[in-house]
C-alpha cells in the first residue's frame, strides 16, 4: 500500500479511536406509560453531527479503493454538515477540500467549513451541486465524494461500531433493551440503510421506521416502489429530504415511512429544548415527532417497550433560521397546532 495513504487511514483510525461514543439518553415524559423513548445524542461529535460518522466512513471508502491519493482534492456536493465534517477529515489527513454549495448558503455555515481549511465553489441553486461538483472533479483532477451515491456502501453495517451497534449496545442494561423500534429521517438514506441492515443480520425483534419532511420523494417511493418520481421543491428541513431518490436510500430495509408535516418539526424542536433544556436541528424535530406518534399507537395498544431515534444536529447553527420567529413565520408557516398537541405529552 501506498505509504502516505497508510498514514492518512491511520490518522483517521486514531482519530475515532480517541474519541467517546455519543450519549443515549431517555427522554422525561411522565405521560408515557410502558413506552420508553430515547434519543442518541449525534451533535457531541466534533464536527457537531451525525454526518461526522458519515465522513469518516466516506473517506476510509475512498482511501481504500484507491480514489485518494496524496494531493488528491477531494469535492462534495454539500452545503450542510456532511461538507463541514468532510473538511475536517481531509485536514486531518492534508489534502484539499471544496464544498459546492448554493450561492444562497449561510455564512455561518461556510465559516464552519473554512474553519477546518475548506473552500467553498458557489453554484445558482441546491440543484446544480451534483454536476458541478462533477464538473469541477473532472477539471482539477480530484475526487467527487458523491455522499448520496456511496453513504450505504461506505459503512459498515455488520458492525466495526457504527450508529446501529452502538445503539443496540447502549440499550443493554435498559428495561426494554432490544427496541420496538427505531426512527430515523433520510437525507442521503444511508443511516437508515445501516440500521435496517444491521437489525436484520443480527436477528434483532425491532423495526425500522424512517420519517420524511414535506418535499421529499422518499416516502412517495416507498408507497409506490418508483424511484423515478421527483419533487419540484427542496426540502425546507435542512439535512434530510429530497426532490429525488437518491441510490444510498434502500427502501426494502425499511419497515414503515411516516410523512411529517414541516411545521410540527419545528415545532418539535422548540417544545424538546423546554423539556431538555437544549436546542436540537429540525432534522431532530421530524425524528421525534414520528417518534412520539409510535408511542401514542403502542400505548393505545396496550404494549410496552422502548423507542430510540437520533438528535442529529445541535441547534445552534439554526438560530437564524429555525429559532427565529419571523423566519418561521415566513418559510415555514404557523405551528400553533402542533405546539397544542406536544404541550398534552408535559
Not at 454539500?78 to 477540500?97: C, D, K, L, N, R
Not at 420523494?217 to 429530497?242: K, L, M, N, P
Not at 419545528?266 to 436540537?280: D, H, P
Request: some cysteine.
Amino acid at each position: 500500500m501506498d505509504k502516505w495513504v497508510a498514514e492518512a487511514i491511520a490518522r483517521i483510525n486514531a482519530d475515532a479511536h480517541r474519541s467517546a461514543d455519543t450519549h443515549l439518553f431517555k427522554l422525561p415524559l411522565p405521560r408515557l406509560q410502558g413506552v420508553d423513548i430515547y434519543l442518541k445524542d449525534e451533535s457531541t461529535h466534533p464536527t457537531g453531527s451525525l454526518k461526522h460518522r458519515l465522513a469518516r466512513s466516506l473517506f476510509l471508502y475512498a482511501l481504500c479503493n484507491g480514489k485518494i491519493r496524496e494531493g488528491t482534492p477531494v469535492i462534495e456536493a454539500s452545503s450542510g454538515s456532511t461538507a463541514v465534517s468532510e473538511a475536517y477529515f481531509a485536514q486531518m489527513i492534508g489534502v484539499p477540500f471544496i464544498a459546492v454549495v448554493p450561492k444562497s448558503t449561510a455564512h455561518s455555515k461556510i465559516a464552519q467549513i473554512e474553519l477546518y481549511g475548506g473552500q467553498a465553489h458557489f453554484v445558482g441553486s441546491a440543484p446544480e451541486m451534483h454536476d458541478a461538483a462533477v464538473e469541477l472533479a473532472g477539471s482539477i483532477g480530484g475526487y467527487f465524494m458523491d455522499q448520496f451515491t456511496y453513504a450505504e456502501r461506505a459503512t459498515d453495517w455488520r458492525g466495526n461500531n457504527n450508529i446501529a451497534e452502538s445503539i443496540f449496545r447502549q440499550m443493554e442494561f435498559e428495561p426494554h433493551p432490544v427496541p420496538k423500534m427505531l426512527v430515523m429521517s433520510a437525507g442521503t438514506g444511508g443511516t437508515s440503510a445501516t440500521l435496517g441492515r444491521f437489525i436484520r443480520y443480527r436477528g434483532h425483534d425491532t423495526e425500522l421506521t424512517v420519517v420524511d419532511p414535506e418535499n421529499s420523494v422518499f416516502f412517495d417511493a416507498f408507497q409506490t416502489g418508483d424511484r423515478t418520481i421527483t419533487a419540484r421543491c427542496s426540502s425546507r428541513i435542512e439535512g434530510i429530504g429530497r426532490p429525488e431518490v437518491e441510490p444510498s436510500f434502500l427502501p426494502d430495509v425499511i419497515d414503515r415511512m411516516i410523512k411529517v408535516p414541516d411545521a410540527a418539526s419545528v415545532a418539535t424542536i422548540l417544545w424538546l429544548e423546554k423539556l431538555i433544556g437544549r436546542k436540537a436541528g429540525a432534522s431532530t424535530g421530524t425524528n421525534v415527532w414520528g417518534t412520539l406518534l409510535i408511542a401514542r399507537e403502542m400505548m393505545d395498544r396496550g404494549e410496552t417497550g422502548s423507542i430510540v431515534t437520533l438528535m442529529c444536529d445541535s441547534g445552534q447553527r439554526y438560530l437564524d433560521s429555525y429559532y427565529d420567529a419571523a423566519w418561521v413565520r415566513d418559510h415555514i408557516g404557523n405551528t400553533d397546532a402542533f405546539t397544542n398537541e406536544l404541550d398534552a405529552w408535559n
